[in-house]
């Protein structure tokens, strides 16, 4: 096989390999996801240590890989490097997560305000079909089900939408979102709640009415972040009369 030359690269360096080792960022893009997956379902809570040893038997990958998987969930606030401790899944405080819910109410609420405005009737029936199988999902108690459609149902709105940046925005804090979307929804009844909030949303879809898209959007991302905070709460009260 014929070797293409790249011009003006320094001499010694026009040689380097510069082939993928697919295989190889295969299995550390796997390791990542599956342990994002596990921190945003709580398999691993908040504070849990990361011990590589251990990830390597339980994912079936190599240290490097999960050393890189590491590197890479702490890239994305998902984790953090303790001295004396190693990696240890983070913990958000109480003013990062208001933060990130009011970060959330802008964007979203921006986007469902164009999505109103703007959604082809297309987007509109997607988004009706998507909020039927959220409605399943709920009714089945089928929490994974419910994440990937919430994701769905916010892609759906942002496309609607044509909100590039705002999906953007919202997508470089989607683990953190998710890792909050599973506490809430371990909320009493919350499922019930969040099905009537998202209905409201989609019902001022189908009417056009941008403000009260807006509203019912905000509104639902208001409700999540009590819903974190009260569990979060539950959850101190209950490690303290251990």
């Known amino acids: 096989m014929s070797q293409t030359r790249i011009d003006n690269m320094p001499d010694g360096l026009d040689h380097a390999p510069l082939l993928i080792k697919r295989e ?12 994002r997956k596990a921190i945003s379902e709580r398999r691993f809570p908040p504070g849990t240590r990361l011990i590589e040893r251990d990830l390597c038997e339980q994912l079936g990958v190599s240290r490097t890989s999960v050393r890189e998987a590491l590197r890479h969930l702490e890239s994305e606030h998902l984790i953090e490097m303790v001295p004396h401790k ?3 899944v983070a913990k958000l405080t109480r003013q990062e997560i208001i933060e990130i819910y009011n970060v959330r109410c802008l964007l979203e609420g921006h986007a469902c305000e164009m999505f109103a405005q703007t959604a082809s009737e297309d987007h509109i029936r997607e988004l009706e079909t998507v909020f039927s199988d959220l409605k399943l999902a709920a009714r089945q108690n089928d929490d994974p089900a419910v994440l990937r459609i919430k994701i769905e149902f916010y892609r759906v709105i942002f ?3 044509k909100s590039t940046i705002c999906r953007k925005l919202v997508e470089s ?5 998710g890792a909050l979307r599973q506490l809430s929804l371990t909320s009493p009844g919350r ?4 099905i009537e909030e998202i209905g409201r949303v989609v019902t001022a879809a189908r009417r056009r009415d941008a403000a009260a898209m807006k509203e019912a959007c905000v509104a639902h991302v208001r409700s999540a972040m009590d819903a974190v905070i009260s569990q979060l709460s539950e959850e101190d009260n ?3 009369s251990v």
């Open 159 to 161: 496309d609607g939408a």
């Open 238 to 240: 209950n490690n303290k």
């Open 173 to 177: 804090l989607v683990s953190r979102i």
């Open 86 to 88: 190693g990696p240890v």
């Open 191 to 194: 499922d019930k709640i969040m």
């Open 24 to 35: 190889s960022m295969t299995l550390r893009q796997k390791a990542c996801e599956a342990l």
